[in-house]
């Protein structure tokens, strides 16, 4: 059978700061090939629609399936779905990935028939059940662990059993040159582990995997790191080496193989202070990126989005990320009830620290815990506007305002780090990228004001909204905490044994959970 995999179209943040390679969607390319496909991959983030129907009108395949990882591309997914199916009616047409597991009853009824299914959880895992059943008996799809259609579901997904089993088609990307990460140009991906075993408000990580953490060995580490032509590499963890021994048994192997390269990477404060001489080897190794997900400023807000680690804790680690020398990045969630002075306390605070601060505004997404308990209504049901750059809650200033104060702000952080005094101090890395004919980063530059734009975000909430998102069920449905957890679950939790920790990990884990 032809195997063609989608990956849509960039998003509004993707468009000036990175273009990360569609690592899920190899990972399943290389599942479908392996399990017998011929199989082609097009990412729409460096390809038109226009080359997509070329390919579908020349190619044909039998099997067109879209990944959907991002809330904000469900419209994109089904319109080019549903015009798939015409345009190849024996097709079979799916949609899998991770917002896509958590919407899809909606998704379907969205898809108006011309959707076959739904393929919920590890693609991985759950393709290889999806393909031999359309070859044995096509009328049992419903019936498929993962598997949802408009006939029924076959419930409960199933794991990968060894992500050594794992490796990306690498090979089928077309244009790996057009993906990067700020001055990681180019980028490719890997990941070392999969899941997360905490339980922020806001994330959905923890939802999907059940709050599993499973682990990729140090051997496979190096067997795929071997494969990677780009100097700069993405680890795509939740949280990078949460445990001590992980971290030096593949950086130590990564030093025998004689491997460095550039790495960007994203952590806990309070894992970054357990582990410090893990992440003074990887900076050895070539660490040039941190990011921490800090969150907040405040208690209040660290409390909001139970981040689990007190503010104190927070600076220290920061503290401790500036002692590596590197660049250092953190996230801050900008709340729609903060009002004007909060955007200027917020500014102040950005100009006098030395990280790159992201500002992402406060969002519920469906299957995170904030989506069913959150009491203030939404404004919009548009997918699209579920981005992190717009505002779905009510504001406590009117919208204008907000967006206003939003795009001030990350105006400042724009001009200090991308802006021209600060593109003198980083003249050498660019001129080496430029030299190589990299010109992701630099091209980029200037798009900010076209992208990040006040009217432009106001004027997409005006926009019609074609299809409707399917309001959240409110948490008074929910006897208790843990029957509101357990209805978010895409994979059902198995508790310890599903999380490759050492006891003492363990320990440290529930025990910031319980703090």
């Known amino acids: 059978m032809k195997f063609l995999a989608v990956h849509p179209s960039p998003l509004m943040y993707t468009k000036v700061f990175l273009r990360l390679e569609p690592l899920g969607l190899e990972l399943v390319a290389d599942t479908a090939r392996r399990s017998g496909c011929q199989v082609r991959l097009i990412d729409l983030q460096v390809e038109s629609h226009q080359d997509l129907n ?16 991002y809330l904000a591309n469900v419209p994109e997914v089904i319109d080019l779905a549903k015009a798939a199916k015409d345009r190849l009616p024996n097709s079979f047409v799916f949609i899998g990935g991770h917002s896509a597991s958590f919407t899809a009853e909606e998704l379907l009824e969205h898809g108006e028939g011309k959707i076959d299914a739904v393929l919920k959880g590890e693609g991985e895992s759950g393709l290889p059940l999806l393909l031999q059943a359309l070859k044995d008996d096509r009328a049992s799809l419903h019936s498929v662990p993962g598997v949802v259609t408009m006939k029924g579901s076959g419930g409960q997904p199933t794991f990968i059993p ?90 130590e192997a990564l030093i025998r193989k004689g491997i460095h390269k550039k790495y960007y990477l994203e952590t806990r404060g309070d894992v970054l202070l357990r582990n410090k001489e893990v992440f003074k080897l990887w900076k050895k190794l070539g660490m040039s990126y941190l990011f921490l997900g800090i969150e907040s400023i405040d208690e209040a807000g660290l409390e909001k989005y139970r981040k689990r680690i007190d503010l104190s804790r927070n600076f220290e680690a920061l503290e401790f990320a500036r002692s590596l020398d590197i660049m250092v990045a953190i996230n801050i969630i900008a709340d729609t009830d903060w009002d004007q002075e909060r955007f200027r ?26 989506w069913l308990t959150e009491s203030r209504n939404l404004t919009t049901h548009d997918y ?43 003249s050498k890395n ?52 843990k029957a509101l957890s357990q209805s978010l679950y895409v994979h059902q939790p198995l508790g310890r044994a599903s999380r490759q920790l050492d006891d003492e990990t363990e320990k440290f884990v529930d025990e910031s959970r319980s703090a």
């Open 54 to 69: 070329r390919l579908l009108d020349d190619w044909q395949p039998d099997i067109v399936a879209f990944s959907l990882n």
């Open 162 to 251: 060894n992500l050594d089993e794992l490796s990306p088609a690498r090979d089928l990307i077309k244009h790996r040159k057009k993906y990067f990460l700020g001055m990681l140009d180019p980028c490719a991906s890997i990941e070392f582990s999969r899941g997360c075993p905490w339980d922020c408000s806001f994330c959905s990580a923890w939802t999907f995997y059940g709050r599993s953490y499973r682990v990729m060995s140090p051997e496979k580490v190096v067997e795929e790191m071997q494969r990677i032509r780009e100097p700069g590499v993405f680890i795509v963890d939740d949280v990078a080496f949460i445990q001590e021994k992980m971290g030096f048994e593949i950086g």
């Open 345 to 370: 306390v917020i500014r102040e605070w950005c100009k006098e620290v030395p990280e790159i601060v992201n500002i992402s505004i406060n969002t519920p997404y469906p299957g995170t815990e904030s």
């Open 384 to 426: 699209r506007l579920f981005d992190i750059q717009h505002a779905v809650l009510p504001t406590r200033m009117s919208l204008p305002e907000f967006y206003a104060e939003l795009i001030e702000t990350q105006r400042v952080m724009f001009t200090k780090h991308m802006g021209w005094k600060a593109m003198k101090k980083l």
């Open 430 to 481: 660019i001129g080496g990228n430029l030299l190589r004919g990299q010109t992701n980063f630099v091209g980029n530059l200037w798009k900010f004001d076209k992208v990040f734009n006040p009217a432009l975000q106001l004027a997409d909430h005006q926009m019609p909204v074609k299809y409707q998102m399917k309001p959240p069920v409110r948490d008074t449905q929910f006897a208790s905490a």
